[in-house]
C-alpha cells in the first residue's frame, strides 16, 4: 500500500542477511494464478464503471459496486502493485509491466469525480493509494497531484479541534461524533499531500488524530475498541464499543491489524517513540491473540463454538505488511532482533492463512476472509485480502526474502 518509492527504501543486504527467516514464505505468493486471475478480473471491466469487493460465500465469485465505497481503489492499487512485481522479478511469469499499468490507470479513472464528491467520510485515504501509488511512477500526473490534494482536504475538513480526531462516521446527532480505528490507515493521505504542497496543518491533523486514538482506541493489553463516540461539543469519550466485532470490550481482528499498520506508519512519518511503543503493543496482542492452528478468526474474543469460528484472512494479510513496515521501524532504530521477530511473525501469519484460505477455483485469490461478520458476511474472497497478499509478496521480494 505504501507508495512505490518507500520499497525503495527497503532494506539493504545486510539486514537480509540478519533476518534469518525461520519460516519458508508459501510460494502461493507467486504462483501464476496470482496474475492469471489479477488480469481476468481487470480485463472484465465493466461499463459503467463498478468495482469488486468480496465474492459470494460458494464459489466465489466477485461481487461488484458503483464507485463511491470505502473499497474502490483498492482493485486498481493492486494492478498498480502487479506492474511494481514486474520491477521486482526479473521473470515473465508476473506479467508484462505496460499493460499493468496500462490497465492500473485506466482502473483509477473512474474515482476522479469522488475527489470532490464522496459519500464514504473518512476512507478519501485508501480511495487516494492509486494516486500514490502513480506518484511513484509520474511525480509530474496533475491527475494524481489534485486527487490526493482534494481527498487530504477532504479528510482534514472531517477534522473536529475540540474532539482532535477527524469524524470517521457520520451520524444523525452531529454532537456524536464517532471514530473507528481504521481512520489511522487514512491518515496516510495528510503526509502525502503535506509532501506536494508544504501544508504543515494537514501533518499536524493526523498527529492530533493518532495521539487521541492511542489513548481512548487502544486498551491496557494493546487490545482495540473498534468504535469511540465523543462528543463534539465537550470532546467527552461518551461509548468505546464496536460495530464489526463480537462485543464492545472485545478485539476485531481487522480493526487491531489497521491500528497495528497505522501506529508503525505514524512512527516512520514522525519518529515520535510513543507510535512505536504503540505499535508494538498492538503487534504483541496480536500475535500472542493468534490460536496454535495460526488462523486469525474474525475477532480475537469471538466464541470457538459454533465451530469453526469464521477465520478473516484479510485481517491476516493486513497484519502481516503491519509488521513488515514495523521491522522497518525497528531496523531504523538499530533493533536488529525486533525487526528479525516481527519479519518472521508476518510470515509465519502468511503462511498458516495462506494455507486456510488459497482458493484456486475462486475468482478471488483468498477465500476465509469475513467483511462483516454481525452482518453474516464471512468467509468470502475480499478486495483487499487480495491486495495485501500481493503487497505482502512484493515486501518480501523487496526485502530479499521470497524470490518470485
Ligand atoms: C495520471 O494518473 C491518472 C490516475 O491514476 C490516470 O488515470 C492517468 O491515465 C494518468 N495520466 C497519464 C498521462 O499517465
Ligand atoms: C492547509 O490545510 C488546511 C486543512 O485542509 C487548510 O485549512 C489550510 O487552508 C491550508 N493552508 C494553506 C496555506 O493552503
Ligand atoms: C453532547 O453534550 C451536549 C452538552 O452537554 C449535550 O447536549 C449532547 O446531548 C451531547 N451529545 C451526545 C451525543 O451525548
Ligand atoms: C467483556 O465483558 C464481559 C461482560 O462483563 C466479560 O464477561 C468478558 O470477559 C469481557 N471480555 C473481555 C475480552 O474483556
Ligand atoms: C474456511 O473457508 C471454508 C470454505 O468457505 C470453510 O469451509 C471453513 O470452515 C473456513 N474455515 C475457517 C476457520 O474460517
Ligand atoms: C527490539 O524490539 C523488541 C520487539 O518489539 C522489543 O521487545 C525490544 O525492547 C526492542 N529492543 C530495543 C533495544 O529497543
Ligand atoms: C457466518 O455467516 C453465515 C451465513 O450468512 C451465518 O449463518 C453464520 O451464522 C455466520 N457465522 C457465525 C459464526 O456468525
Not at 506492474?83 to 522479478?89: A, M, S
Not at 515473465?92 to 499499468?101: E, K, R, T, Y
Amino acid at each position: 500500500m505504501l507508495p512505490l518509492s518507500f520499497v525503495a527504501l527497503a532494506l539493504s543486504a545486510s539486514q537480509v542477511s540478519v533476518v534469518a527467516v525461520a519460516v519458508a514464505p508459501p510460494a502461493e505468493l507467486f504462483s501464476p494464478l496470482v496474475q492469471q486471475k489479477v488480469l481476468k478480473t481487470a480485463q472484465s471491466f465493466p461499463s459503467p464503471a463498478q468495482y469488486p469487493q468480496y465474492t459470494d460465500r460458494v464459489e466465489g465469485n466477485w461481487i461488484w459496486f458503483t464507485p463511491d465505497q470505502w473499497t474502490t481503489g483498492f482493485f486498481p492499487a493492486t494492478l498498480y502493485a502487479m506492474y511494481e512485481r514486474t520491477k521486482l522479478c526479473h521473470r515473465s511469469n508476473v506479467g508484462d509491466a505496460s499493460q499493468w499499468l496500462g490497465l492500473a490507470r485506466t482502473w483509477s479513472t473512474p474515482e476522479i469525480p469522488l475527489e470532490t464528491n464522496t459519500g464514504v467520510g473518512h476512507d478519501v485515504g485508501f480511495l487516494s493509494y492509486p494516486f500514490m501509488n502513480e506518484l511513484t511512477v509520474d511525480p509530474n500526473n496533475q491527475t494524481a497531484v489534485q486527487a490526493i490534494n482534494a481527498f487530504a482536504n477532504h479528510l482534514a475538513g472531517r477534522f473536529s479541534p475540540i474532539v482532535g480526531c477527524t469524524r470517521s462516521w457520520d451520524s444523525a446527532d452531529p454532537t456524536d461524533f464517532q471514530v473507528i480505528i481504521d481512520n489511522m490507515m487514512n491518515l496516510e493521505v495528510l503526509f502525502a499531500s503535506e509532501k506536494l504542497t508544504g501544508n504543515h496543518t494537514l501533518r499536524d491533523i493526523a498527529i492530533s488524530h493518532a495521539d487521541k486514538t492511542m489513548v481512548n482506541h487502544i486498551r491496557p493489553d494493546g487490545g482495540s475498541f473498534h468504535v469511540v463516540d465523543y462528543n463534539s461539543t465537550t470532546d467527552a469519550v461518551i461509548r468505546q464499543r464496536t460495530s464489526q466485532g463480537y462485543a464492545d470490550n472485545s478485539t476485531w481482528s481487522r480493526g487491531e491489524a489497521w491500528g497495528l499498520y497505522g501506529f508503525a506508519n505514524m512512527y516512520q512519518h514522525t519518529k515520535k517513540s510513543d507510535y512505536l511503543q504503540t505499535a508494538r503493543r498492538i503487534a504483541k496482542y496480536f500475535i500472542s491473540n493468534i490460536p496454535s492452528d495460526g488462523v486469525v478468526p474474525w475477532d480475537f474474543n469471538a466464541p470457538l463454538v459454533p465451530s469453526p469460528r469464521p477465520a478473516d484472512s484479510s485481517a491476516a494479510m493486513i497484519a502481516a505488511n503491519g509488521l513488515f513496515l514495523l521491522a522497518d521501524q525497528e531496523w531504523s532504530v538499530r533493533n536488529v532482533t525486533g525487526a528479525a521477530y516481527y519479519t518472521n511473525a508476518a510470515i509465519k501469519i502468511i503462511s498458516d492463512n495462506t494455507k486456510l484460505a488459497w482458493a484456486p477455483s475462486w475468482q478471488s485469490l483468498l477465500s476465509n476472509g469475513t467483511v462483516n461478520n454481525p452482518q453474516h458476511n464471512n468467509l468470502t474472497g475480499i478486495v483487499y485480502g487480495d491486495y495485501y497478499f500481493i503487497t505482502a509478496g512484493n515486501e518480501l521480494v523487496s526485502r530479499g526474502l521470497a524470490s518470485c
